[in-house]
């Protein structure tokens, strides 16, 4: 091989490496900066890593994301109430995109009312942008809309709603982190206005590596909705959270209110997510 073949051969083979270690860089996570806001908001979306002491980005039920997930959720429902049973089937899709903005939409594809109707429910759209972002604090502002898409015989398709919120998600140390959501409820005339509150507080115990039960994880949560008419209604729900294969990962638990109103006895509660 002739000495100019080789000078050739060694520019291609910098070149290539170069291209490689450029792009390996663009896709390296780094704090959002205030100061680059408007370039942030259009730049891809990069998946944060897991808090400094592990604790994940991953969401629970009954909980708030502070933190923007790529995923899908199929979730089924089963609520005990005086009146009867009622059994939900859900969809939801998460999508970020930029490393300022997400979107998510939830499909209840399926709602069945013991001794009533059957069919689909109110199609609820939400986008967030984030605040601020760093290894172990997300915060992000958005607004919900629920979307009067269902039918009437499960009690949907009859209001449109607007859910302005913050939410917060923060890594406390030793895989236990917090999350919380204030919100406000507008809805059309026959919907109930008022302030929401979600706080939830988990540990993750094993780590993503870990088989069968990688990123083992069990947590708290707690919702207030206070209506501006009417009584509060707090719930709890204990939950569970586990990989099951790859990206895969199964989620269960109880969600139960508190407070002197109980609109249901206790609602068990079924997941599926999918990350990608």
């Given at each position: 091989m002739s000495a100019s073949v080789r000078r050739l051969a060694a520019l291609l083979t910098t070149a290539v490496l170069a291209c490689g270690a450029s792009s390996a860089l663009a896709q390296t996570w780094t704090p959002l900066e205030s100061e680059r806001f408007a370039e942030e908001l259009t730049q891809s979306w990069i998946p944060v890593p897991d808090g400094s002491s592990g604790a994940p980005r991953q969401g629970w039920l009954g909980a708030p994301d502070g933190f923007f997930t790529r995923e899908v959720h199929l979730a089924y429902d089963w609520t005990e109430t005086d009146l009867g049973d009622a059994h939900r089937i859900t969809t939801r899709f998460n999508y970020p995109l930029s490393r300022r903005f997400w979107v998510g939409v939830e499909v209840p594809v399926y709602q069945e009312l013991d001794g009533g109707g059957s069919g689909f429910g109110d199609i609820g759209v939400t986008g967030q942008v984030m605040l601020a972002e760093t290894r172990d604090l997300s915060l992000n502002a958005g607004v919900?809309?629920?979307?009067?898409?269902?039918?009437?015989?499960?009690?949907?398709?009859?209001?449109?709603?607007?859910?302005?919120?913050?939410?917060?998600?923060?890594?406390?140390?030793?895989?236990?982190?917090?999350?919380?959501?204030?919100?406000?409820?507008?809805?059309?005339?026959?919907?109930?206005?008022?302030?929401?509150?979600?706080l939830a507080l988990g540990q993750t115990v094993t780590p993503a590596e870990a088989a069968p039960l990688g990123q083992f994880t069990y947590s708290m949560a707690l919702n207030w909705f206070e209506p501006d008419d009417g009584d509060g209604v707090v719930s709890l729900t204990p939950a569970l959270r586990t990989r099951l294969v790859d990206s895969l990962f199964l989620l269960t638990g109880v969600e139960f209110p508190i407070s002197d109103d109980e609109p249901y006895d206790q609602r068990w509660i079924i997941q599926l997510v999918k990350g990608f």
């Open positions: 919900g809309f629920e979307l009067p898409t269902g039918d009437d015989s499960v009690g949907a398709g009859e209001v449109f709603g607007v859910t302005p919120q913050v939410n917060l998600w923060t890594d406390l140390g030793a895989g236990v982190s917090f999350r919380g959501r204030l919100a406000y409820s507008a809805r059309d005339e026959g919907g109930a206005d008022g302030f929401g509150l979600s």
